[in-house]
């Protein structure tokens, strides 16, 4: 699939996303259901910015200006790539809350997320690690799941 430059199939190491935002392919964005289906396997293996820029940049050049749902869509991907290269197993939304299963954390990312969030952080060390982070108010989630990621992906070695 990869030599084809279509995404590779998904693993058990991928990150599953589970959150409230609207991340799709409009019908009225691209009209044949075939098409849709390719942008769907581009998008899922954009792996990093660059990645996703040449997927903006492709389906501007296709279909015109991409709409919210799909910019949503492709950042949703880029966050899941990158989340699952660290370790995240699974990204939730819990009423204002995302929460972020990890495999096994770094103390670097432990305090850098405390550092960065301080009392809107939380760590559960239990059978299933994980930490959330609250929203803050107006805050979107994929702006603070990018954030998070981003920071984790910073500290770790």
């Not at 050049?61 to 799909?70: A, L, Q, T």
């Not at 059978?127 to 702006?143: H, R, V, W």
């Amino acid at each position: 699939a990869e030599a084809k430059g279509e995404a590779p199939p998904a693993t058990s190491e991928d990150c599953l996303v589970d959150v409230s935002i609207n991340a799709y392919i409009p019908d009225s964005y691209i009209e044949s259901s075939a098409q849709r289906i390719d942008c769907y396997r581009r998008i899922a293996g954009i792996r990093d910015e660059e990645d996703s820029l040449d997927v903006v940049d492709e389906l501007i050049d296709r279909y015109g200006e991409p709409p919210k749902s799909v910019m949503g869509l492709i950042k949703v991907a880029l966050i899941r790539n990158m989340s699952s290269r660290l370790g995240v197993t699974e990204i939730v939304q819990r009423g204002e809350r995302v929460v972020f299963y990890i495999r096994s954390p770094l103390m670097e990312q432990v305090m850098a997320l405390s550092e960065k969030y301080g009392k809107r952080v939380r760590f559960d060390d239990g059978a299933k690690p994980n930490f959330s982070i609250a929203l803050e108010k107006g805050q979107k989630t994929l702006e603070l799941m990018e954030e998070a990621v981003k920071l984790m992906s910073s500290v770790q070695g």
